[in-house]
């Protein structure tokens, strides 16, 4: 710390001396230190001590997959096995990611069972996005089906926005969208308290599962967090529900209803979402430039203002105010209008898909031509031409540039080019000098270092795990599969093929997982395939 630089060392005074590693769920108030995933744990801790704070006697239940970002829940959740044994909070880690789905699922049925011995039950499901992939179809049923007046659920979702340790890169909110899952989006680890708590509200009142996005970003960082009072409710909302309401029931045959009762479950959602806003100005009012954020971007684009030197007294000079979307889908309609209303242009500034930027244009398009904006710019400008990519990671010098260029369209006479230089990455990478980049390579004493090889003329085809990395080692290593699919790509490539056998690499854990019923799949087809079960985890 002494060879801090002045201005980031602490001060005596604001360290905590008193503070303990397990006051991290164990404090009740005041501020703790949180890293994404324990934020997930203590959140758990915070709805049941809120419950019973209001006299609910309540219990948790938690199921889902691990896989990064989420790799760590597993064991967050059972070093705070004290904490959740206190509260009732049972986790039951799934064998994949559908299974722990339907498990979630099950928990919101004790309430219509008549058979509870608690009033209700909070879910939580987690997965990383291929994982919420795969489970598409439970995940649209138990949102269909709906979560229980004192459960509610939160859908946890992984997202690898920048591919780092997935096979591709991935947006869950899309999916949670097809089935009318309404979406939370959180700038970061700080406000997962706040939105987690509002997310069980939000599912209690509206009977939908709520979808809250985990990304990389958020979810492997640590900040330290204000704890929310256990006694902060939620205002209550006007809202008619269908006959027979919203939440789970049995009978709950197959039928229009539901289809019905979902759109009901979006009604709801926008009508709490209105009493109790997460959506928020944050700098300014009004001006000919509203900009719109939603999730990391947010603060991508408040650390670009900061870099340009753009505070709020400039900010109001330039006439530009900044609105942030917490609830990203479905988006809620006051609090976007009254955001929108009377701009000359909107800048959205999202993460890959324009998500918030297409709901905005909807929902703008039938404004009278005195209070619509000129301008919705996000993805592309008002021409077509590209401004924010809707691929990869933002970064502060990319929402940076991209706001210069908007206001130097509108006040030409605001130079900021000297300003956005200095942000500006270089072009062109040194020529010369060490490089980062480094291929990695199974660990020193791991069982893919021979358990890889094939015999001279042999091929295997690859899957998901770390002997992928077999891919790029010269060991006849091809292709790719989904977790659970390997080797019955090459029952439709066999009859076509030269080759007569292939072998397949299959992790212990992949096999446990789901793999097995590709075996099955492989024994079915009778398809001439030898896999190899790559067993490393180690003997107790
Ligand atoms: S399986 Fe385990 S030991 Fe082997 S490379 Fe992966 S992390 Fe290392």
Same mark, same amino acid.
């Given at each position: 710390?002494?060879?801090?630089?002045?201005?980031?060392?602490?001060?005596?005074?604001?360290?905590?001396?008193?503070?303990?590693?397990?006051?991290?769920?164990?404090?009740?108030?005041?501020?703790?230190?949180?890293?994404?995933?324990?934020?997930?744990?203590?959140?758990?801790?915070?709805?049941?001590?809120?419950?019973?704070?209001?006299?609910?006697?309540?219990?948790?239940?938690?199921?889902?997959?691990?896989?990064?970002?989420?790799?760590?829940?597993?064991?967050?959740?059972?070093?705070?096995?004290?904490?959740?044994?206190?509260?009732?909070?049972?986790?039951?880690?799934?064998?994949?990611?559908?299974?722990?789905?339907?498990?979630?699922?099950?928990?919101?049925?004790?309430?219509?069972?008549?058979?509870?011995?608690?009033?209700?039950?909070?879910?939580?499901?987690?997965?990383?996005?291929?994982?919420?992939?795969?489970?598409?179809?439970?995940?649209?049923?138990?949102?269909?089906?709906?979560?229980?007046?004192?459960?509610?659920?939160?859908?946890?979702?992984?997202?690898?926005?920048?591919?780092?340790?997935?096979?591709?890169?991935?947006?869950?909110?899309?999916?949670?969208?097809?089935?009318?899952?309404?979406?939370?989006?959180?700038?970061?680890?700080?406000?997962?308290?706040?939105?987690?708590?509002?997310?069980?509200?939000?599912?209690?009142?509206?009977?939908?599962?709520?979808?809250?996005?985990?990304?990389?970003?958020? /979810? *492997?960082?640590?900040?330290?967090?204000? @704890?929310?009072? =256990?006694?902060? !409710?939620?205002? &209550?909302? %006007?809202?008619?529900?269908?006959?027979?309401?919203?939440?789970?029931?049995?009978?709950?045959?197959?039928?229009?209803?539901?289809?019905?009762?979902?759109?009901?479950?979006?009604?709801?959602?926008?009508?709490?979402?209105?009493?109790?806003?997460?959506?928020?100005?944050?700098?300014?009012?009004?001006?000919?430039?509203?900009?719109?954020?939603?999730?990391?971007?947010?603060?991508?684009?408040?650390?670009?203002?900061?870099?340009?030197?753009?505070?709020?007294?400039?900010?109001?000079?330039?006439?530009?105010?900044?609105?942030?979307?917490?609830?990203?889908?479905?988006?809620?309609?006051?609090?976007?209008?009254?955001?929108?209303?009377?701009?000359?242009?909107?800048?959205?500034?999202?993460?890959?898909?324009?998500? /918030? *930027?297409?709901?905005?244009?909807?929902? @703008?398009?039938? =404004?009278?031509? !005195?209070?619509? &904006?000129? %301008?919705?710019?996000?993805?592309?400008?008002?021409?077509?031409?590209?401004?924010?990519?809707?691929?990869?990671?933002?970064?502060?010098?990319?929402?940076?540039?991209?706001?210069?260029?908007?206001?130097?369209?509108?006040?030409?006479?605001?130079?900021?080019?000297?300003?956005?230089?200095?942000?500006?990455?270089?072009?062109?990478?040194?020529?010369?000098?060490?490089?980062?980049?480094?291929?990695?390579?199974?660990?020193?004493?791991?069982?893919?270092?021979?358990?890889?090889?094939?015999?001279?003329?042999?091929?295997?085809?690859?899957?998901?795990?770390?002997?992928?990395?077999?891919?790029?080692?010269?060991?006849?290593?091809?292709?790719?599969?989904?977790?659970?699919?390997?080797?019955?790509?090459?029952?439709?490539?066999?009859?076509?093929?030269?080759?007569?056998?292939?072998?397949?690499?299959? !992790?212990?854990?992949?096999?446990?997982?789901?793999?097995?019923?590709?075996?099955?799949?492989?024994?079915?087809?009778?398809?001439?395939?030898?896999?190899?079960?790559?067993?490393?985890?180690?003997?107790?």
């Amino acid at each position: 710390m002494d060879g801090m630089p002045k201005g980031l060392r602490p001060e005596r005074a604001d360290i905590d001396h008193a503070y303990r590693l397990d006051d991290r769920y164990g404090r009740t108030e005041g501020q703790v230190y949180l890293s994404g995933t324990q934020a997930l744990v203590r959140l758990l801790l915070l709805q049941a001590d809120r419950d019973r704070r209001a006299g609910l006697n309540t219990a948790g239940f938690v199921s889902g997959y691990r896989g990064s970002p989420l790799g760590g829940l597993d064991q967050a959740l059972w070093q705070a096995q004290a904490h959740l044994d206190a509260r009732a909070i049972r986790f039951v880690p799934g064998i994949n990611e559908d299974l722990g789905a339907t498990a979630v699922m099950g928990s919101q049925q004790v309430e219509s069972s008549g058979e509870g011995t608690v009033e209700g039950v909070f879910g939580l499901w987690y997965g990383k996005g291929p994982g919420l992939d795969r489970s598409g179809d439970v995940l649209k049923h138990a949102n269909a089906y709906g979560s229980s007046p004192h459960g509610g659920v939160l859908a946890v979702a992984g997202d690898d926005h920048g591919g780092v340790s997935s096979s591709m890169p991935h947006q869950s909110d899309l999916a949670m969208i097809a089935w009318s899952m309404p979406v939370l989006n959180p700038s970061g680890v700080r406000e997962y308290l706040e939105f987690g708590l509002y997310g069980y509200a939000l599912s209690r009142f509206s009977g939908a599962w709520v979808g809250f996005k985990a990304i990389s970003e958020s /979810v *492997e960082s640590a900040a330290t967090i204000q @704890l929310p009072s =256990l006694d902060q !409710g939620f205002l &209550p909302v %006007a809202f008619e529900p269908p006959p027979g309401g919203l939440h789970q029931r049995w009978p709950d045959l197959p039928g229009l209803a539901i289809e019905e009762r979902l759109a009901a479950k979006i009604a709801a959602v926008k009508a709490f979402a209105r009493v109790n806003r997460i959506d928020r100005t944050v700098l300014g009012t009004g001006g000919w430039l509203r900009i719109v954020t939603t999730g990391k971007a947010h603060l991508d684009l408040m650390e670009a203002l900061r870099l340009l030197g753009i505070g709020p007294a400039e900010a109001a000079e330039i006439g530009l105010s900044v609105h942030k979307i917490g609830l990203s889908w479905p988006l809620e309609p006051d609090f976007a209008l009254s955001a929108a209303r009377g701009a000359e242009e909107i800048l959205v500034v999202e993460e890959k898909a324009p998500v /918030v *930027e297409g709901q905005l244009k909807d929902l @703008l398009y039938h =404004l009278p031509a !005195g209070e619509r &904006p000129r %301008a919705v710019v996000g993805k592309t400008d008002e021409f077509g031409a590209r401004l924010l990519p809707a691929t990869g990671e933002l970064r502060p010098w990319i929402v940076a540039k991209a706001l210069v260029e908007r206001i130097g369209h509108r006040l030409p006479e605001r130079d900021f080019s000297t300003r956005l230089a200095d942000l500006l990455p270089d072009e062109a990478p040194a020529a010369t000098g060490p490089s980062l980049a480094r291929t990695p390579y199974f660990c020193s004493g791991c069982p893919h270092n021979s358990s890889t090889r094939v015999p001279e003329g042999s091929k295997a085809l690859a899957g998901i795990g770390c002997h992928f990395m077999a891919s790029w080692m010269d060991r006849d290593t091809v292709g790719l599969s989904q977790m659970g699919g390997e080797g019955v790509s090459w029952i439709g490539q066999a009859p076509f093929s030269k080759r007569r056998h292939i072998f397949q690499n299959l !992790g212990e854990g992949t096999y446990f997982h789901s793999g097995l019923l590709a075996i099955r799949q492989a024994v079915a087809a009778k398809a001439t395939i030898t896999y190899k079960i790559l067993f490393t985890t180690p003997s107790p």
